[in-house]
């Protein structure tokens, strides 16, 4: 049995926890660097409380990394020395050097990184993934994604050189689907509220071109008003649109030309089962790749690079010009 330790105690761990305990795992214990945290988990769900990480590294076979981006890459360099299998929250890092050395230590000793970018484990996007994949639109041309919402209240979110703003923190969902979707990103361009000094109000508009051509809009909200989310997809191809909108209570709508090409089929292409819950899904999908080879969906490359367009982003809101992502790195 799979032995799981988990560095940071707060919300995102809890949800994390949740997924580990439908697995055939067990849950050694909790490190954090606030002692107290830690062990109101072990009372709360069973298991040790750490004082220190090397020490938690010693007793467990997989490290799940559920800390703020701006402090993962002690705790993933400690657990690919100590030749342990990594889950780490997005985004994978704060800064593109330290999300380079990251991804290297990590092949460097053989272990598997898996950064939690869960976008493509939510059972809409998953869906609309494969009517791509299937060829159902045709050659997808344009995507559009929105993720919006109200400011949470945190240290680590107000401090934009520590969250990278609603761009890097919010956005990385966004940019991550849609290089899942239409491949590599050639250059972006941003317009955003990031640096008007009103953290509790970003919001930003983030174009992208693809290097197959296609174009992608995403747009990233802070200023939406309390208790409310959106999220939305739409993708246009050339045989058809791919639609979904969380404020609508309906599935993946597919629409394609009909052959008669004087009107529309409309195909409900519906999620899976309302009770999967996308992050259970992605642990899971992680067990499975450890206990019997299946490729990861999420890549240590695909985080690599959610990091570096987000950060490229950051840089054209900064400059107000579009960066060429081969081009790239950030400024210290």
């Known amino acids: 049995m799979k032995r799981v330790g988990i560095v940071g105690a707060g919300n995102i761990a809890r949800v994390h926890l949740a997924g580990w305990q439908r697995?055939?795992?067990?849950?050694?214990g909790y490190y954090d660097t606030v002692p107290a945290a830690a062990q109101r988990f072990s009372e709360e769900y069973g298991g040790q409380a750490f004082a220190d990480l090397p020490t938690l590294l010693n007793q467990v076979d997989i490290v799940?990394?559920?800390?703020?981006?701006?402090?993962h890459k002690e705790s993933v360099l400690a657990a690919a020395g100590a030749g342990r299998a990594i889950v780490c929250e997005k985004p994978l890092?704060?800064?593109?050097?330290?999300?380079?050395?990251?991804?290297?230590?990590?092949?460097?000793?053989?272990?598997?990184l898996f950064v939690a970018q869960v976008v493509?484990?939510?059972?809409?996007?998953?869906?609309?993934?494969?009517a791509i994949d299937s060829g159902a639109i045709g050659k997808p041309g344009v995507?559009?994604?929105?993720?919006?919402?109200?400011?949470?209240?945190?240290?680590?979110?107000?401090?934009?050189?520590?969250?990278?703003?609603?761009?890097?923190?919010?956005?990385?969902?966004?940019?991550?689907?849609?290089?899942?979707?239409?491949?590599e990103v050639e250059r972006v361009f941003t317009r955003s509220l990031t640096f008007a000094g009103i953290p509790e109000r970003d919001h930003a508009l983030i174009t992208l071109r693809f290097t197959g051509g296609a174009v992608g809009h995403i747009e990233v909200s802070w200023a939406g008003p309390p208790r409310h989310w959106r999220t939305r997809i739409e993708i246009a191809g050339d045989g058809g649109l791919?639609?979904?909108?969380r404020e609508e209570p309906k599935p993946v709508t597919q629409v394609v030309a009909n052959e008669a090409g004087d009107g529309h089929i409309r195909t409900e292409l519906s999620p899976l089962a309302p009770d999967d819950?996308?992050?259970?899904?992605?642990?899971?999908?992680?067990?499975?790749?450890?206990?019997?080879?299946?490729?990861?969906?999420?890549?240590?490359?695909?985080?690599?690079m959610g990091v570096k367009v987000g950060l490229a982003a950051i840089e054209s809101a900064r400059t107000g010009k579009p960066v060429i992502i081969a081009e790239f790195d950030e400024r210290e």
């Not at 890092?93 to 460097?108: G, Q």
């Not at 400011?151 to 899942?180: A, C, E, K, M, Y």
Request: charged fraction near 20%.
């Open 277 to 304: 819950d996308p992050y259970a899904a992605e642990l899971a999908h992680f067990y499975d790749h450890l206990t019997m080879g299946t490729p990861l969906r999420v890549t240590p490359h695909d985080a690599l």
């Open 64 to 71: 799940d990394i559920c800390t703020p981006a701006h402090v």
């Open 143 to 183: 995507i559009r994604t929105t993720r919006a919402g109200a400011f949470i209240q945190h240290p680590v979110f107000s401090n934009f050189d520590l969250s990278g703003g609603v761009i890097l923190d919010v956005g990385v969902h966004d940019i991550d689907f849609q290089r899942w979707c239409m491949g």
């Open 23 to 28: 697995l055939p795992v067990e849950i050694v």
């Open 242 to 245: 791919l639609e979904w909108d």
């Open 93 to 112: 890092a704060r800064h593109l050097r330290d999300a380079e050395a990251m991804v290297e230590a990590c092949a460097t000793a053989g272990v598997p």
């Open 120 to 130: 493509r484990f939510f059972p809409e996007f998953a869906k609309a993934k494969a």
